[in-house]
C-alpha cells in the first residue's frame, strides 16, 4: 500500500504539467513601440509581445493546444 501511495505522489507533478509545453528564446525582435519574443522548439513556435523596456524570460511554459 505504501509504494502505491508513494508511486500516486510521484506521478503527481507530471500530471500536473500535462498539456504544457515550455519552450527556450529562440529571437528577440524590437519595434518602435513593442519587443516580440520567440520560442521554439523542434515542434513549436509561440511568440509573445511585451513593452519595450521589458526583458524577455529565458524560458516560458504554454499550454498545448
Do not use: H, W
Not at 502505491?4 to 528577440?28: F, H, K, M, R, Y
Amino acid at each position: 500500500m505504501k509504494l502505491l501511495l508513494v508511486l500516486t505522489l510521484a506521478l503527481l507533478p507530471a500530471l500536473a504539467n500535462a498539456g504544457q509545453i515550455t519552450l527556450i528564446l529562440s529571437d528577440e525582435q524590437e519595434t518602435s513601440n513593442a519587443k516580440i519574443c520567440i520560442y521554439e522548439n523542434a515542434n513549436y513556435t509561440e511568440t509573445v509581445t511585451i513593452r519595450p523596456s521589458q526583458q524577455c524570460r529565458y524560458t516560458m511554459t504554454f499550454d498545448e493546444e
